[in-house]
């Protein structure tokens, strides 16, 4: 298990960019796959992006791809989401995730995730 907390989270005008982090506890964060989701009010929970436990690989929700960038650091137990031309359809809470299965599954299957962070509020004016 590891516990998880997102910070970065503020109101930010429609064209503009955001960076949130997520700083993950103990000693196994390589083992976890990372991934971001977000929920809206009224609307529920989605996938937003997912990186593999490496690095390497990266996935992304359509609605997102092109603006958003995730990215981790194993050195210092951190995932980052990097939003970038924000729309007013991006509001939501944005939550960090981590799972011991694969990062490209995490958009399927959310269910599998074992590990949740407290969230972090993202407004977008329009």
């Known amino acids: 298990q590891v516990q998880l907390v997102e910070s970065g989270g503020r109101l930010v005008q429609a064209g503009g960019s955001l960076r949130l982090s997520c700083a993950a506890s103990?000693?196994?964060?390589?083992?976890?796959?990372m991934g971001w989701f977000r929920q809206a009010p009224g609307k529920e929970r989605e996938f937003v992006a997912s990186i593999s436990r490496s690095g390497s690989s990266r996935y992304y929700a359509d609605s997102v791809k092109g603006r958003f960038t995730v990215s981790r650091d194993n050195a210092k137990n951190t995932v980052t989401l990097q939003m970038n031309s924000l729309k007013h359809e991006d509001t939501a809470v944005y939550y960090c995730?981590?799972?011991?299965?694969?990062?490209?599954?995490?958009?399927?299957?959310?269910?599998?995730?074992?590990?949740w962070g407290q969230g972090t509020q993202v407004t977008v004016s329009s």
């Open positions: 995730a981590g799972t011991i299965n694969t990062a490209q599954v995490m958009g399927v299957r959310p269910d599998l995730i074992k590990s």
């Open positions: 103990g000693r196994t964060f390589s083992t976890y796959a």
